[in-house]
């Protein structure tokens, strides 16, 4: 059994893969599947889930009313977005501005009459937003002030979209550039002010429309809206292509990759894939004796789970069930899931294409999201992945190749590896220093067994007399308070009644009540108010047993001069006495110790931070290139590179990929550490207290291919771009293409000219490949001038 130890772990172990028949290995790629057509008429079943799906968008994005406006809502990244209503505020009548503001651009002529006029600009169109601010009291006035401006500052280059009641169809992109103060009105604390919103895409964008090529993959549309509509088309292949785009009525189109009459081959078949639609064609990794090869400063919780994340993604269910305790160390623990085998080819050359995300909600976190690789064998080759540091949010991206982590070490010392934060000019502008502060950790942890060395009670009854002259109120009222408070110094001790740990000092409050009573009024009642205290304290020792110490204390009372001036107190008696008794052991009781710890925290987020990315590792010969690229929120790629390196591979060493594995880390920090837990009982699972809670990142993983390269020579000449299960983008916005979301661009014919759609006017559209080999999907928001 391999194990890979270092001075900060726990070892962990690994296995021989589970499949050892190279099931799922589909290196051939046949294109024996039928033709599909592209269109098919939707079942009533499918029509009856999308009628209940539109009936819950339209609760979770209903309409603003007349006097309302809906910030941030975006319903392809599902966010419901921010109510005016929610916030508090009524809104007045908005007036939609004709045109965005216009400046002329003009020139003197000398000796011409008049100017010379040259063209207008077109800018951004303000709306002026008169709102109320309604609050009843100053808690409710300061409540949605507050939650105005959490709301309304917007934070970052990115501009919000808002959607107003009175024209609820259409979407406008934009900033609030004026936010003035509040103005009362007369003297409630309703107030008035009038807001500014400017969007600088001055169109108004009807709700997004989805359709779908007919079985011609043909397409005749006539756009709503009266301006420019720009599409995004998306291609499903059925088989493989050698390239794919569209073509309108007037002879513009988008053509990628090489036409079919090029003699073209295969030179980079897909011999393994696999979408992230089902957590079964993965194996579950819970007891690491049975493989024979080790994580890296990590082992796999048996009790930890995974689940799906929307319908492309795997993420962390929980990282483990019965936790582990915090030690110091910086072993992570969590689920690991191994792919079936596959086969790269005789050539030994591959791509592994895969899609990690990381992002972190609390900076002292230690995560961890991993790509394992394999051979035929079951060993280790090396790994990738996105990972916390632990007292900083700056987080790291690790490439790294070995079988254990000795061997990852020396190679990336000869440079054979990657640790960073990216290595473009964008990564590393990313990171933002903001400097170090410490965090205070407050420790209470539950002691078994406490002895009592020393108890000091106090209790303390007083009675005051509320009375006037008794020819008036023939009824007094006798008030009581009685107050019981203990002082405890403990130690706690072990079974032999060694202490273990220093004494802890308590004072508590055990009873604090008042009562009143109906008594006879009689003259200078009041006379009768009296205090008493009464003390005793108890000392426990080994030698002399129990000692006790008492006194008390009876006092008089005589109200000052003056309504509600208070009382002034006399003792009319004292006593004191003492006894002990040599017999008496100490009094042992459940008790807390609390300390508080210090720990260093580094305030840097780096692109690291909060990252979704494509890692795509490429094989050819002795060279290892890796490629990392952010991915947006739409799931294409933003087009900004974190990573672009290529390593030699040393002689001798062993890099021809045969699995995968998937592992989701986390370190116990010391808010991890556990002060309580109350064991299971009856169906009641145990429970657990830490010093404290915090979010846990969040990791997933989405999509992984793995193609084997032919040659290298081979792939400078025209090739398969695309093949079966794949999926293509046209985005005619950003004039970018993309194949499995990642940009595929250098397979643009420079002839593209990316045509668009005009709002009311009919337009007919033909694609290709043919239906038999992908079907075509489409969908744009028709814009207003």
């Known amino acids: 059994m391999a194990t890979d130890f270092t001075n900060e772990m726990l070892p ?37 889930l999308k009628a209940i799906d539109d009936e819950i968008k339209l609760k979770l994005y209903p309409d603003p009313k007349d006097d309302e406006f809906v910030i941030g809502r975006n319903f392809e990244a599902g966010n419901i977005g921010v109510s005016s209503r929610d916030l508090g505020i009524s809104v007045g009548h908005i007036t939609l501005p004709i045109a965005p503001t216009i400046a002329e651009i003009s020139q003197n002529v000398s000796g011409m009459y008049g100017q010379r006029w040259l063209r207008n600009n077109y800018g951004a169109k303000v709306f002026n937003i008169p709102i109320t601010v309604i609050a009843a009291n100053s808690d409710e006035y300061l409540q949605n002030i507050e939650a105005m401006s959490k709301a309304l500052i917007q934070i970052g280059n990115s501009e919000a979209p808002i959607v107003f009641g009175t024209f609820p169809d259409r979407t406008f992109y934009g900033h609030f550039t004026s ?28 709700p997004q429309v989805i359709g779908q090529a007919d079985n011609r993959n043909k397409l005749e549309i006539m756009p709503d809206g009266n301006d420019v509509a720009k599409p995004t088309y998306q291609f499903t292949f059925s088989s493989d292509s050698n390239n794919f785009g569209y073509t309108n009525s007037d002879g513009q189109n988008v053509f990628v990759g090489f036409p079919d009459d090029v003699n073209t081959q295969d030179l980079m078949p897909v011999v393994y894939r696999d979408p992230i639609q089902d957590i079964g064609t993965f194996t579950q990794v819970t007891d690491m004796s049975t493989q024979n090869w080790a994580l890296s400063n990590a082992d796999v919780a048996s009790d930890a789970a995974v689940k799906m994340l929307g319908k492309h993604a795997i993420t962390v269910d929980k990282f483990w069930t019965v936790p582990k305790d915090y030690t110091g160390k910086t072993t992570a623990y969590g689920p690991l899931l191994l792919t079936k085998k596959f086969n790269t080819g005789s050539t030994g050359d591959y791509r592994v294409s895969t899609r990690i995300s990381h992002q972190q909600f609390y900076a002292r976190a230690y995560q961890r999201t991993e790509v394992y690789l394999l051979d035929k064998d079951g060993n280790r080759i090396g790994r990738m992945g996105l990972y916390d540091i632990g007292d900083s949010n700056n987080g790291t ?24 934060p990216g290595n473009t000019t964008w990564a590393l502008d990313q990171t933002q220093n ?9 420790i209470k942890m539950d002691e078994p067994i406490m002895s009592v060395d020393r108890q000091v009670t106090l209790d303390f009854s007083q009675n005051l007399f509320d009375g006037n002259n008794p ?12 107050t019981r408070t203990v002082e405890k110094w403990k130690t706690p001790r072990d079974s032999s009644g060694r202490a273990t740990g ?3 000092y308590s004072k508590e409050v055990e009873q604090d009540r008042v009562t009143s009573q109906t008594v006879p009024n009689g003259p200078d009642i009041w006379k009768n108010s009296t205090q008493d205290y009464h003390r005793w304290t108890q000392v426990w020792n080994s030698a002399q047993g129990e000692s006790l110490t008492w006194s008390t204390w009876h006092n008089v009372g005589t109200p000052n001069p003056g309504y509600g001036n208070g009382w002034s107190w006399r003792s009319t008696d004292y006593q004191r006495g003492s006894s002990w008794d040599q017999g008496a052991g100490r009094v042992n009781q459940p ?16 692109i690291i931070t909060n990252l979704w990315a494509n890692f795509q590792l490429t094989k050819i010969g002795n060279q290892m290139h890796v490629l990392v690229n952010q991915i947006a929120g739409s799931g294409l790629e933003s087009g900004n590179t974190v990573l ?82 794949d999926t293509a983008t046209i985005d005619t916005e950003t004039e970018n293409v993309y194949i499995n979301g990642q940009i595929a661009n250098k397979y643009l014919s420079p002839a593209s000219t990316y045509p668009l759609l005009k709002g009311g006017q009919k337009e007919s559209i033909t694609f290709f490949p043919t239906p038999d080999k992908a079907t075509v999907k489409y969908n744009y928001r028709p814009a207003m001038k």
């Open 179 to 206: 936010i003035p103060d509040p103005s009362y009105i007369s003297d409630s604390w309703d107030s008035a002010l009038t807001l500014q919103f400017t969007a600088s895409d001055p169109h108004g964008y009807l």
């Open 434 to 442: 903001k400097g170090g502060h410490e965090v205070t950790l407050t």
């Open 471 to 482: 020819k008036f109120l023939p009824d007094a009222v006798r008030w009581n308070h009685f």
């Open 502 to 504: 220093p004494q802890v």
């Open 12 to 48: 962990g172990d690994n296995v021989n893969a589970p499949d050892s028949s190279f099931q799922q290995d589909i290196s051939n790629n046949g294109n024996e599947n039928p033709p599909e057509m592209a269109y098919t008429e939707p079942s009533e079943g499918a029509k009856q």
């Open 591 to 606: 008790g807390t110790i609390t300390t508080t710890v210090k720990e260093f925290m580094y305030d840097a987020p780096n």
């Open 397 to 420: 991206l690790k490439v790294m190749f070995g079988r254990n982590t000795d061997e990852e070490n020396a190679n990336y010392a000869k440079g054979f590896g990657y640790i960073g």
């Open 644 to 725: 672009d390196y290529t390593m030699t591979i040393p002689d001798g060493f062993n890099a021809k990929v045969a699995q995968i594995g998937y592992y989701f880390g986390k370190t116990p920090i010391h808010e991890d550490k556990i002060v309580q837990t109350t064991p299971a009982q009856d169906d009641k699972p145990a429970s657990y207290q830490f010093v404290q809670s915090y979010q846990d990142d969040r990791l997933t993983v989405t999509d992984l291919t793995v193609q084997g390269i032919t040659t290298a020579e081979a792939l400078k000449k025209a090739h398969t771009i695309i093949h079966a299960g």
